[in-house]
């Protein structure tokens, strides 16, 4: 079985109340698999509870990474958020946690 | 000539004497400071409103007694937004510890004009409707109107005011983080304001700047197996040599600990965006998705082709106004039975909550368990252990002592074997800030700079 973490790494940032997550290929085959496959719609399903408004995908074949800008995920952002990790510092690993392929 | 610059804190609490080594090296040829967050604002007003003559992050009096004396003889200028909500107060300090120190001749800058909560029912009755970002909602038609904070974000402009005047420290209130490292990119090369790929370049360079440890390492997922772990506790912060074309090559202080590398300048560079290709910003929309990155040698990363378009009609404003407080309890609980004795506690402070009417939310997490990840987290069937955290709120802070105290009552009342963290009952209440995100007119903000000399 492989992860998506075994496909990309990445990092979470918070603004307001809406967290992006970036999902960086390990290497140029790796991005075109994540391009291919990884929508807006699976990652929406797969944060389930985490994410409770839209989530929006953009590319960066630049730098052979995606975006996914989920908006509604910080229980109202670092400032009122009754969430241990307020800041979402650890929701990307929560994306990267998706199983990719049994 | 390359241009070097310099960055030393990413938030109110970093250490700023980072700037030190490279100021001592020769490595830099400016160093900005970035101290604000969302949150560090509603910090700084409840300072603020203790002392009118406080307000600014107390880092800003470091900067001063340790490194302006050291900058200053050596003509490298500092930049910090950490003039918070009181830039002119926090200039003066700087100016006072300057006098103090005889840095006879030394500019201080102040730059305000970012904070306009006194101006909100004049901008509403100008035609702002100050419209929530995310939600859409109209300013006036909100219940809570308990604003305590309400900053735009400002541009580079008056910060290049500043440093044509000779400024030797520029102070600011809420400056856009990475226009703190564009504006001395534009003293020095006289990048024009029309100029959209160099301000857009000089973007890039705030972005990847603006979270130090960040771009060397720090956070760093994607070179986690080559992290060496005692040098994060004393990373070399980046630097920048930016060339008059906007490219630049990313790299950190010489001879410290840390890394940069692709992963880390990728890593960074979407940390925080939304649409890559329109990241707004108050002088310039930068787009991110037509650069390029190449390995430079060790520790550096070269970016280049960074593109850019029109500016827009709005500034961001950001408001925050007090939602009341929070309190958290952590309650331990172990096998045999621990789900139903979980249940059965929920079931008890569910009664308490429920005869306090001031108590408005509550949230229930198992730390270990499910407390990052939510419903991505199976529970197991039967734990040797549950770590409860609880989180309640209320309007006022005595409707949370009080609930906490009733709470306590239950200690030889409750579920099997509960158990509480002490140092969570010795807890106090914390502000719940919530925040508004708005637009505003870019015409109905002027920005003020103020030069005094020691």
């Not at chain 1, 408004?53 to 590319?59: F, K, L, M, N, P």
């Not at chain 2, 800030?433 to 708005?438: A, E, N």
Request: overall charge negative; aromatic content about 6%.
């Amino acid at each position: 079985m492989r992860r998506l973490y075994d496909l990309a790494y990445g990092r979470s940032g918070d603004k307001g109340n809406i967290v992006n997550l970036s999902v960086i290929a390990r290497s140029p085959e790796a991005y075109q698999e994540i391009k291919a496959k990884l929508t807006a719609a699976r990652v929406k399903a797969h944060l389930g509870d985490l994410v409770k408004g839209d989530v929006v995908r953009y590319e960066m074949d630049n730098i052979e990474a995606l975006n996914f800008v989920c908006h509604a995920a910080l229980d109202g952002g670092a400032t009122r958020s009754l969430r241990i990790d307020s800041l979402g510092k650890s929701l990307a690993g929560a994306l990267l946690y998706m199983v990719w392929d049994e | 000539m390359t241009y070097r610059i310099g960055s030393a804190q990413g938030f109110y609490g970093d250490d700023v004497l980072k700037a030190l080594p490279m100021i001592r090296g020769g490595h830099v040829d400016v160093v900005c400071f970035e101290a604000l967050s969302e949150l560090t604002l509603a910090i700084l007003q409840k300072d603020k409103l203790a002392n009118p003559k406080r307000g600014y992050t107390f880092d800003v009096k470091l900067i001063a007694q340790k490194i302006l004396p050291e900058a200053f003889a050596r003509k490298i200028p500092l930049i910090t937004n950490g003039g918070g909500l009181n830039p002119q107060a926090a200039a003066e300090m700087v100016r006072e510890t300057a006098a103090a120190q005889g840095l006879t001749g030394l500019k201080v800058a102040a730059v305000s004009g970012d904070d306009v909560l006194a101006r909100l029912s004049d901008l509403q009755a100008a035609g702002e409707a100050l419209r929530h970002l995310e939600t859409g909602e109209v300013l006036a038609d909100s219940a809570n109107q308990n604003f305590v904070t309400a900053n735009v974000y400002l541009g580079a402009a008056p910060i290049v005011e500043a440093l044509h005047a000779g400024a030797d420290i520029v102070i600011t209130g809420r400056v856009a983080d990475p226009c703190l490292y564009l504006a001395p990119l534009i003293a020095h090369y006289g990048w024009a304001w029309d100029d959209w790929d160099r301000l857009a370049a000089g973007i890039v360079v705030g972005h990847l700047l603006e979270c130090t440890g960040q771009v060397v390492g720090g956070n760093s997922l994607g070179m986690i197996a080559h992290t060496d772990a005692v040098g994060l506790a004393a990373l070399g912060y980046p630097i920048a040599h930016v060339e008059a074309d906007g490219s630049f090559i990313l790299s950190k202080t010489p001879d410290t600990p840390g890394q940069v590398t692709l992963e880390t300048v990728k890593e960074q560079l979407l940390y925080e965006v939304h649409d890559p290709s329109r990241y707004i910003t108050p002088d310039v929309v930068a787009d991110f998705t037509t650069l390029r990155l190449q390995a430079a040698g060790a520790d550096a990363v070269l970016v280049a082709g960074v593109t850019g378009r029109s500016r827009t009609d709005t500034l961001k404003l950001n408001l925050g106004r007090l939602e009341g407080f929070s309190r958290e309890l952590i309650f331990t609980i172990g096998w045999p039975e621990a789900w139903r004795k979980v249940e059965q506690m929920k079931a008890m402070l569910g009664a308490i909550f429920a005869r306090m009417p001031g108590i408005a939310r509550v949230d229930y997490s198992y730390l270990g368990m499910n407390s990052l990840y939510g419903s991505l987290s199976p529970l197991p069937p039967d734990p040797l252990e549950v770590i409860v955290r609880v989180m309640f709120t209320a309007d006022d802070q005595d409707t949370l002592k009080n609930a906490v105290r009733q709470i306590m009552t239950t200690g030889l009342s409750g579920p099997a074997g509960m158990s509480v963290s002490g140092t969570t009952v010795g807890g106090e209440p914390r502000y719940v800030i919530g925040l508004w995100p708005t637009l505003i007119g870019r015409e109905r903000v002027q920005p003020q700079v103020e030069v005094m000399t020691v």
